[in-house]
Structure formats: C-alpha cells, structure tokens
C-alpha cells in the first residue's frame, strides 16, 4: 500500500470510530492535512527528549 | 475628523473640542460608505454607540474627568462577546447560540476607560484561518488592494483599522493572527504575553496558545489601549496573575541602551525579497547588526501546528459530527484532519515547548528584543490557494504563519510594526520581548515611528 492508501485507510476507520461522517469530495483535503499534521508531528517526534520531562501546561490544584 | 489616532481623538474629546456625538456619527457614515469595499464588519453596534457617546459628552460637560480613550470608537473581532448578541467566531453555527449574556471583560475595560463600541468584525471561522477569508460572510479585504488578503484571522480587524474605519480593534492571536493581518494591512499590533490579557467573554480557539491584543494606526495606541485592558480576572485560568504594568508613560525613554538582534537562519530563508528589505529596515534603525539564531524554529513551529489542529478538532468535535455542511469548507478539512492526529504527538509537542521555551529565553540573557518578519510576503490575492516558500509551492492558508508561529508558541509579547514601501503594499516586521516585557517592544515600536520608519499611512484612494 502507498502512504495515500494508508492515509485513505486511516481516515476512513478513524473517523467512523469518531462518528464523523465525511463526503468524498472532502477527502482529498483531508488526506493533504492530515499529511501534513503528521509530518509536523514526526518532527516534533524525533527530537529527543529525556523521559522525566514535562509537558508545558501544568495543572496546579 | 479624518485619519486620526486615538490618542488625537481622546485628547480633542476631553479638551471640549469635539464630541464623542459627533466622533460615533462620522464613524457610522464612514462605516456604511466604506464597508462596502472593505467588509470588516459583521454587525454595527449604531444605537449603543450613540447612547455611549451621549454619556460621555454630558460626562465631559459635567465637568468629570474624561477617561484616556475618551470618545474613541472601536471594534471588535467577532469572537469577543457583545451583550445581547449571539457570538458568531466567523462561523454560521454560532447564529444558533443564544445571545451574550454580558459584554467580555476587555470590552468593559476599554469602555471604561471612555471607548465606543461601534460594532463587530469579520473573521476566518473559529479563528483557524491566516487569510481573513470566510465562506459565509465574504472575504475582509485589503484597504490597500481589495482585490488582495487581509491576512486573518482578525481579518476584519486589519481592514477597518487599516482602512481607517476605527482607529482601535481588538483581535485574537493563536498562532499569528493579531500580527499577520497587522503585517499585511500596514498597522500596528500588539500580540502580549501569554496569560497578561484576560481571555474571558471570547470564543475560543486553541486555550494553550490563544492570546487577545489591540490593533491600531500608532504605537501610543497600542499602549494607551493595551493598559486599560491589564488587570485581573478569574474567570480566565490562564491569566497568569500579573499585575498592570502600564506601559504608556515609558513610550519615550531612551532606547540606546536595549540590545537587539534580528533572527537569522529559519526567519530569513523563506522571506520574500519585501520581507527581508522591511527587515533590514528595522534592523539597520535599531542597530541590530547582530544575527541571533532562534534554536529549533521548524521545529517549534511544527509543534504549534500539532496542538493548534488537534486542540481546535476537540473544541469542534461535536459540531463536525452534527453539522459538516455549515462550516467553511476551508476549515472543516483542517479540523476534520486534527481530529485523527494521535493524542501521544499532542503530548510530544507540549513537552517539545518547555524545553524550546528554556532554550529561548536564554537568549534574552544576551538581548532585549529579537527582530523577524511577521508574514513571509505582501498580502496574496484573495482566493489564492498556493504561494512560493523558500523555492516550494506550498498551500497559502496554513503557511502565511510560519514566522509567527514560534513566537507565539512560548507567549512571548510581540509588537507588530509596519513597513511602508517607496510603493507597493505594507509589510510588517516583528519586534519579540522576553515574557512580560511589553514595555521593550513597545518602547522600540514609538522609536522607530518618532523616526518615521515605521508607520501606518491611509491607503492611496
């Protein structure tokens, strides 16, 4: 399979199980950002951080 | 009354010069002529103003002292709650929402310091958008080409303050939307600190990076505004318990001694030959002949990018599975795609900003102010989809961001300043402060504008 076809495949089960329902039209838009959102998230990825650290919102109670 | 400032209006109000009466019915048959062309507002708050500003010359007549916005009218970005009207956020959804049940806390700050509300602006729905376009209620346009962007997502905001409408608005910046409209429309913003403002009363958008801030025509403007809005509130968690630190009076101390550097590397790469020439500008006036390196700048944009898409799809979650069709196709897409970005590099990029936040305020151990573009390029045409980005062909609506993003990612205070060409369109350059430090980058903004570097002229026509 190609990264679209994983991609087509991702969207189509990820937003039947957050019962979104798109049209077919919409999916090439969708497929562009999400793309696009998970190379970001890649990068953010493979910066390497230390177990202990912490992400930035702190809640204080 | 022509192009004034605030603070030229103000001053004529409480000096018994001129009304507020007749400041408020200028603006409304300025509004209705040039909205027109513009489309910056949503609503025109006609009836209120005018009461207002009755109250306030009979204030003025009475004697009692007149407030520092005294008479000065003003807008709002239609995310900012007006009692007695539903709070669209660019959207047709929000039509059904009932109405605010009071006015937000900024809008009564800047009212009580003696502005009018004279109505609210167009905006990219739900505020995810750097174009000011809007499917619904029709692109804001540039005062200065309406053909062209205003940016967004405070694009009404950029037209009417711009266009010479109002001289104040009030706007929201998440990731770049105080300072990209600011950039593109040729005026001056102020995106503060992260948790200085209360967000209170507004729409949100995405709460780990959403700030509130002024748009206007002088840096005095700004400030005079900006501190009538400091000070507490609890309904905001986010409001970081500061106290007002106003800024105004420091407007004219010597700036001789701050030390500023223009951001190299990630912040020249992909600028347009504008973009770097307003830069330089600013740079060569403010004796930044230092490069400083912002370490991990993609990066932290990449990062803001991740929790903006994913952050927006949880707050529209609902609204995607029940009604797809009403919103601006643009956006759905996007919040549609956010909606399936795993929750692990949402976490990622939260731990990513704490470490790139240590990385970068170091750097203000070495300088006051840092120096950037606001926009990689002049304002793009309206419906332009596409745009040249360091030799690549990359999508207009999620890129016109890239040299705002990682500032606001960490809070940092910035001032918008803008960049009139010999000829052609506006330009902005960003002037980034150490947290809290609103003060440097203002005080830095009135010196470039008292050296006519910097300024926000009308548009030609």
């Known amino acids: 399979m190609s990264d679209s076809d994983d991609l087509d495949a991702f969207i189509a089960a990820g937003t039947r199980l957050l019962g979104l329902t798109i049209k077919p039209e919409w999916r090439e838009a969708i497929r562009l950002h999400l793309a696009i959102s998970l190379g970001h998230a890649r990068a953010v990825a493979e910066f390497p951080l230390p177990d202990e650290s912490d992400p930035a919102p702190v809640f204080s109670a | 009354m022509s192009f004034e400032t605030a603070a030229e209006l103000a001053a004529a109000v409480a000096a018994g010069r001129q009304s507020a009466s007749d400041i408020v019915a200028t603006t409304l048959d300025r509004i209705a002529h040039d ?21 306030i010359d009979a204030a003025v007549a009475s004697g009692k ?60 729905e739900y505020a995810y958008d750097f174009t000011g376009e809007n499917s619904h209620y029709g692109p804001s346009r540039n005062p ?79 400030a005079l505004a900006y501190d009538a809005m400091q000070g507490p509130d609890p309904r905001d968690p986010v409001y970081a318990g500061r106290p007002a630190e106003p800024v105004t009076d420091l407007l004219g101390l010597e700036t001789a001694g701050l030390r500023v550097a223009a951001a190299g590397g990630y912040f020249r790469a992909g600028a347009s030959a504008e973009a770097l020439s307003a830069l330089d500008t600013v740079s060569a006036a403010l004796g930044a002949v230092r490069e400083i390196e912002i370490p991990e700048a993609a990066r932290a944009r990449a990062a803001a990018y991740v929790i903006t898409t994913a952050e927006g799809a949880a707050l529209h979650l609902d609204r995607l599975r029940e009604r797809p069709d009403d919103f601006d196709p643009d956006v759905r897409d996007r919040l549609i795609a956010g909606a399936l970005v795993p929750g692990s590099a949402v976490v990622q990029a939260q731990k990513f900003r704490r470490w790139y936040q240590s990385a970068v305020l170091r750097l203000f151990d070495e300088v006051d102010a840092i120096l950037a573009p606001a926009t990689p390029c002049v304002a793009p045409l309206i419906g332009q989809k596409t745009f040249m980005l360091d030799g690549k062909e990359m999508p207009v609506r999620a890129n016109i961001g890239i040299y705002t993003q990682p500032i606001s990612f960490i809070g940092l205070p910035v001032v918008a300043v803008p960049v009139p060409p010999a000829k052609g369109l506006p330009i902005g350059v960003q002037i980034i402060a150490a947290p809290w430090r609103e003060d440097v980058a203002l005080r830095l903004a009135s010196d470039l504008e008292a050296r006519g570097i910097v300024r926000a002229p009308l548009p030609p026509g």
Not at chain 2, 187 to 210: E, Q
């Open chain 2, 35 to 55: 909205d027109k062309r513009l489309n910056a507002f949503t609503t025109v708050t006609a009836e209120r103003a005018r009461a207002r500003a009755a109250a």
């Open chain 2, 65 to 124: 002292p007149a407030g520092p916005l005294a008479g000065v009218p003003f807008a709002i970005k239609n995310l900012i709650d007006i009692a007695g009207l539903p709070t669209l956020a660019g959207s047709r959804i929000n039509r059904d929402h009932p109405p605010a049940a009071a006015d937000a806390k900024l809008v009564a700050r800047l009212e009580a310091a003696g502005a009018i509300l004279v109505g609210a602006l167009n905006m990219g």
């Open chain 2, 144 to 222: 200065h080409d309406t053909a062209r962007m205003t940016g967004g997502s405070s694009g009404g905001a950029g037209g009417a303050v711009g266009g010479g409408l109002v001289p104040l608005a009030l706007g929201s910046d998440t990731n770049g939307s105080i300072r990209v409209p600011s950039s593109f429309c040729g005026i001056f913003g102020l995106k503060p600190t992260y948790g200085r403002l209360t967000r209170a009363g507004s729409f949100p958008f995405v709460s780990s990076l959403d700030h509130l801030g002024p748009l206007t025509r002088s840096v005095r403007d700004l």
